[in-house]
């Protein structure tokens, strides 16, 4: 009869032991703070700013809600960021916010600037406005180096 020796089976249970707590401990929290920071520059450079409210308010966030789950979220707590990224159904835009927008962008000025700014508050009532996503192109743009930030990270791991 023939017998079979296993050596080193318990440091292998001792390295997988500790791979498991790293895959949801600092190495990928790390992984994910530089994944998140990667779509906040890009997300700064695609949306469509006025005075750079928004683009100052886009921010990334990094948490662990649950036991092995690593969170990363990239966005902004302002309304008009969501507004870019989808555009709006109809509805009625603050006049004096339209009129000020108009006399800031130089388009009229004096009378002339209630002219224009009562047809673009009109067309924002009757249309809505248009989306400008800056958030989902600047995911996708990263999409593949989010992808290999955390291929290294677990190989190191696994080294």
């Known amino acids: 009869m023939s017998s079979v020796e296993?050596?080193?089976l318990k440091q292998t249970q001792e390295r997988l032991e500790k791979l498991v707590k790293d895959l949801?401990?600092?190495p990928m929290v790390q992984a994910m703070k530089r994944a998140t920071l990667m779509v906040q520059r890009d997300a700064k450079k695609l949306v469509h700013v006025d005075r750079g409210l928004t683009r100052a308010?886009?921010?990334p966030s990094v948490t662990s809600p649950r036991f092995n789950v690593i969170?990363?979220?990239?966005?902004?707590n302002r309304i008009s960021a969501a507004v870019l990224e989808t555009g709006s159904k109809p509805h009625y835009a603050p006049f004096e916010e339209i009129l000020r927008w108009v006399v800031?962008?130089?388009?009229?000025?004096?009378k002339a600037a209630l002219n224009v700014a009562r047809r673009v508050w009109l067309k924002i009532a009757r249309r809505g406005t248009n989306a400008y996503p800056w958030l989902r192109p600047?995911?996708?743009?990263?999409i593949?180096?989010?992808?290999d930030e955390f291929q290294r990270t677990v190989r190191r791991l696994c080294q």
């Open 144 to 147: 593949r180096a989010i992808i």
């Open 71 to 76: 969170e990363g979220v990239v966005g902004s």
């Open 24 to 26: 949801d401990g600092p």
């Open 6 to 8: 296993i050596r080193g």
């Open 138 to 142: 600047a995911f996708e743009q990263n």
């Open 104 to 110: 800031r962008k130089r388009l009229a000025t004096g």
């Open 57 to 59: 308010s886009i921010v």
